[in-house]
Each structure stands twice: as structure tokens, then as C-alpha cells.
């Protein structure tokens, strides 16, 4: 958007000007409050400089070694660095020196953000198997943090499986001063809003377009004809009344976004198909796999009639998300859906067809839904692989080929993990049953609340 003004560049060289612009209001503001304990997340809370590896640095031919020479070479960088070093902060230069905006992590456990300061408890959203192995085991893990307990701080840990650089990372942060808790997903209570899409800009012929598809019987309802107060928690809830298999299609916020690289239109970091492709490669690959095309189907006065699945897809906002697609009258595709309800009414005999983002990922095992994962970029990966290994569900990566054959090799693929846990649904149920019960067991919010009051 700014031609000549590379972003990775603008962030080098004023990231710890952010942070000398942002410490006075939140000192100012804790010291007002004076909390007894304070929760956060120190991978999202401090500016998250290295996100640029996936979103700008790649894409323009750079490298994380380009960043971080100009980092260190950067005088504004350097000028805030000497003020953060001195009154009334005093922060250790060290953190400084790796050539990194190092002051919320370290390479040493002994050398993590403020020394031992950092907190004595993290609450982890996932469970141990879950977890990524930063020791061998837990005890080993245990043993650390006890020795290194700090001040009366919580960190709260949303993102504790991420790509190879995340993971060091957080490696190094968790092994300064903390105290695990795996307490689960914490999911809140039934009927909350969610974050639904990251599509931020319209133009004037994409809103006549949106307007045209929210026309389309596909968009509102399907074929399944509610009545004027039915929503469609209550259609899921009457699907399964009558014994009907569910199958649930979301692929999370990023794909179906603007976002240049991972995007509606874009194709990762390398070649292959795009977001727009993957989409609709995959919710084909479900329709293809399940039959929904069958004459019994068509033949039905009301696809709710029918004993056959009931398909529910979140396929984004983009306007042309159903560009030249055929949906059979039993599906409802929306631009999106309230993913968690609809989990809540599923059960191991149905199927979850997501991207392997840390929040699906939970959401689904907590439901205790089998999954076939199609992950794109970041943590889905790792993601899809624990799931796999926890045999709870199938992996399908992203082509790193473009073109038709891609996309119709891609849906095949699609179609292919979809018919392997039908197939062996009693395989797949019943390791989707054990991971709900661990999930379960590790208490959720009322675990999490129990830290925080015994931190106190």
C-alpha cells in the first residue's frame, strides 16, 4: 500500500520506539489499579515483532539476518534502547543485544524478559498431550519452574503450539520463571459472540456482489426452510434428534480474509493454490465424499426430511465465496456460523472439517468431533499432526502446486480423508470420546479461576 516503504523496514527500525512510547501509560495505569495479580499473554501482549517472517520479510525477498542487521544499525532503535536501559526503566542491555527485540524473551531460561520476574504460574489453553515438548517430561518441566518462581504474575499462554521460531520462543519464556497449569479451552458461555472475519475494505461493486449472494437461497438458509424464529443452532439440534450425521466446514478468519499472503487471493509463501481455491476445493471434497448429489436427496419434499448428513459450511465474506459452486439441498453455507454452539450439539459420530487453528483445534476436541484438518499456514500444521498422532483425525496439506490440477488433486484428497473416517468411524469415535474426557478434566475456566486465587 505504501510503494518503496517496506514494512519489515518501518518495524526494525522503530520497534523499540514502540515500546518506549507504550511503557509510561501502562506503568502509569498498573500502578493506578494496583491489581493483586496480573493475567496476560506475552507472546500477543508485547509487539510481536516476528510476525513479519510469515506476512512481510519472505514475500519481498528478505531475511530474518536482513531484519536484524538492520535492527542493531537502526539509530532511532538504538536511541530507545538507551532510554530504556536508563531511569526510570532500567532494563537489562542484554536483552537488546541478539539482534532482536529480545525484551520479553531470551535464548536462556536465566536470561528470559526481566529476569525472574516474569511470573510464577502459566495458564496453558490446551492439555499435557496436547502440549508442545519442551522437555522430555512434564517432571522435568515441573522440576524448573518451582526453581524459578518470580513475582505475582499469571501468564495466560493462548498460543502454545506455533510454527519453529514460536516455539523457541516460547520455549525460552516459559522456561524462565513459570509454573504451568494445562487448564484446557475456555470457551465461555453458550450464545457469546466470536470473531467472525478479517474482510476490512469493500468497494462499492464487492458490496453489490454481497448483496446479490445474500440473495441466494444457499446464503440465508439452504433448502432446509426454517420457520421465521428456527435459527440454526435449532436445525443442527433437530438434525441430531432424528439421528442424522453432522457435518460442520470452517476454515477460520485468515484464509477467507484480505491478507495479501494467506488470503482469499493469495497462496501462502510459495506456490500454490489459493485461498478462494482452497476453500472451495474443500467443502467440494466434503459434497463428494458424502454423496449429497443422491436422487433420494433430491427427490425430498424437505431436505430436512432426509436421514442423510446435514452439511454446514462458514465459507468467509468474500463476495464471490460461491462463485460457480453447486450446494445440494440438504448444506447451509453462510458467511458465518456460530461455530462453538454448533460443536456443542455434535457429537463423535459427526465430522469437523477445519483448519487446524489453535481455537478449532480446541474447540473440536473439547466436542470430542472427529477432524480432517486442511491447515494452511503458522501452528495449523503442528496442529493437524497432533490430532493425527491422537487418532482423532486426518491430515490433508496444502498443495504446493497451482493450477486445476492442483485444486481438483487437492479436493480429491479432501474427499478421500472425509470417506476414511466415515469408513472407520468406530476407530475415529472412540478416540474423539477419550481426548473430550481428558479435555473435560482439566477443569477449564474453573481451573484457571483457581490459580488466579490461590496466585492472590
Known sequence: EFP?????????????????????????????????????????NALHIYKILSEFIAPEGATIDDFCTLYMRSQTNQQAIDQLCSSPYNLDKKLFEEGA??????????????????GKHGLVTTISSMRDPIYDTLEDEDALYMDKCGSKLVALYLVCNMNRFHFFRLKCHLGACLKKHYVGPMLGDPGQKHAATHK???????????????????????MLRPGGNEDLIDIVAKAKARGRRVVLVSLGTVVTSDRAAFGWKGTGLGESITGKELVQSVINGV?????????????????????????????????????????????????????????????????????GGQNSTMEGSFAGVPAVVCPTFSDQPVNAAKLVALGVGVKVDRPTKSGPEAVESYRQQVADAVKKIV?????????????????????????AEAVLLRAI
Open 4 to 44: 518503496g516503504v517496506k514494512a519489515w523496514e518501518c518495524r526494525a527500525h522503530l520497534e523499540n520506539k514502540f515500546l518506549l512510547k507504550k511503557l509510561p501509560g501502562t506503568i502509569k495505569w498498573l500502578k493506578s489499579k494496583r491489581p493483586s495479580v496480573v493475567v496476560y499473554c506475552p507472546i500477543w
Open 101 to 118: 527485540p529480545v525484551y520479553y524473551f531470551g535464548r536462556e531460561p536465566n536470561c528470559a524478559p526481566f529476569g525472574r520476574t516474569l
Open 200 to 222: 476490512a475494505v469493500w468497494t462499492e461493486e464487492e458490496q453489490k456482489l454481497l448483496i446479490q449472494q445474500s440473495e441466494q437461497v444457499h446464503r440465508r438458509r439452504s
Open 287 to 355: 459434497i463428494d465424499a458424502l454423496g449429497l448429489f443422491s436422487q433420494s436427496i433430491q427427490d425430498s419434499v424437505k431436505a430436512d426430511d432426509s436421514s442423510s448428513p446435514l452439511l454446514v459450511c462458514a465459507c468467509g465474506q468474500q463476495p464471490d465465496a460461491l462463485e460457480g459452486m453447486m450446494l445440494p439441498p440438504n448444506s447451509i453455507c453462510r458467511a458465518s456460523v456460530p461455530q462453538i454452539d454448533i460443536l456443542r450439539c455434535m457429537d463423535s459420530t459427526d465430522l469437523f472439517t477445519h483448519h
Open 423 to 447: 469408513n472407520q468411524e468406530e476407530k475415529f469415535s472412540a478416540a474423539a470420546q477419550d481426548l473430550k474426557k481428558e479435555i473435560a478434566q482439566s477443569g477449564g475456566e474453573e481451573a
